[in-house]
């Protein structure tokens, strides 16, 4: 007998929520750089989870300058990052 496929589960997120990264997340590329608390609009979300968030301006503004000048010296990024949906929380 053939199992029932579960409906996938609904999106914790949509394109427009403001969120706010949940402390303790850190960065992937540079896992000595903590991103929790980090605030931003989500411009993608994906099915599997992942979603795009776009930094705020008062974000980019208090981002670390030796975080800045990695993303810049390695070709990175530095306005919006991927991260999925269970590193993040809505931000009231």
């Known amino acids: 007998m053939a ?4 409906p996938p589960a609904p999106a914790k997120f949509r394109v427009g929520d403001r969120v706010r990264v949940k402390h303790g997340i850190r960065d992937t ?3 000595d750089m903590p ?3 980090w605030v931003g609009t989500v ?3 994906r099915k599997d989870g992942m ?5 705020s301006r ?3 503004a208090a981002i670390h300058p030796v975080f800045k000048k990695r993303c810049e010296r390695d070709g ?10 269970d590193d993040l929380e809505p931000d009231v």
């Open 3 to 6: 199992k029932k496929r579960r």
């Open 51 to 55: 979603v795009t968030v776009r930094w």
């Open 43 to 45: 411009s993608e979300a």
């Open 76 to 85: 990175m990024e530095l306005e919006e990052y991927w991260l999925g949906e």
């Open 35 to 37: 991103l929790g608390g």
């Open 29 to 31: 590329d540079y896992p």
């Open 58 to 60: 008062e974000t980019l």
